[in-house]
């Protein structure tokens, strides 16, 4: 590990809550399979240092499970759940897999797109929003279909997006 490593794991520590957590999550695994933690600790250093995943954050990771740092890695960039840059409060993941794409997904993603002035991957200026097209969501049945946090928004148009971003801009929907 390079000095300038070695500083950055210095200045990123989980809360003492989190790191009780973290143990907990590490224990409930044979000795030497600490790696079977890694994603439900990367859900909780995103949650806990800003709703991305840094470099040194994931580094910080490896090192309380005493695995290689492309080991977390590797699962951070392929899972879209982890964000590898700042997003917004609000991150609207919207499908656009077969079924949501039948059912309108492209052009609930357009108008988001419009009404917000950003792009896929881009968060609003304000900080509040960013769009992220997922692939499948797991709820064929209820497309178009949106998750934000913890929730599916479901059966989506128009109005259904506008009362869903209105609803976050007052602060008034729940996502975890």
Not at 6 to 20: C, G, M, W
Not at 129 to 157: I, N, S
């Amino acid at each position: 590990m390079t000095e300038n490593n070695t500083n950055n794991l210095e200045k990123i520590v989980f809360s003492d809550q989190s790191l009780k957590k973290v143990h907990e999550i590490i224990a409930r695994y044979p000795e030497g399979k600490q790696k079977s933690a890694l994603i439900p600790v990367l859900h909780l250093a995103q949650k806990e240092f800003g709703g991305w995943l840094d470099v040194p954050v994931m580094d910080y990771v490896a090192s309380l499970l005493n695995i290689t740092s492309i080991e977390v890695y590797e699962v951070a960039t392929f899972y879209t759940m982890f964000n590898m840059k700042p997003v917004g409060k609000y991150v609207l993941e919207v499908c656009r897999t077969g079924p949501c794409m039948l059912n309108g997904s492209d052009g609930i993603i357009e108008y988001i797109k419009e009404k917000l002035q950003i792009k896929e991957g881009e968060t609003t200026k304000d900080g509040l929003f960013t769009l992220k097209p997922a692939e499948c969501l797991g709820a064929c049945g209820y497309a178009p279909m949106m998750q934000m946090g913890k929730f599916y928004h479901e059966h989506l148009t128009k109005e259904k997006v506008d009362e869903i971003i209105e609803l976050c801009k007052l602060g008034n929907i729940a996502i975890d």
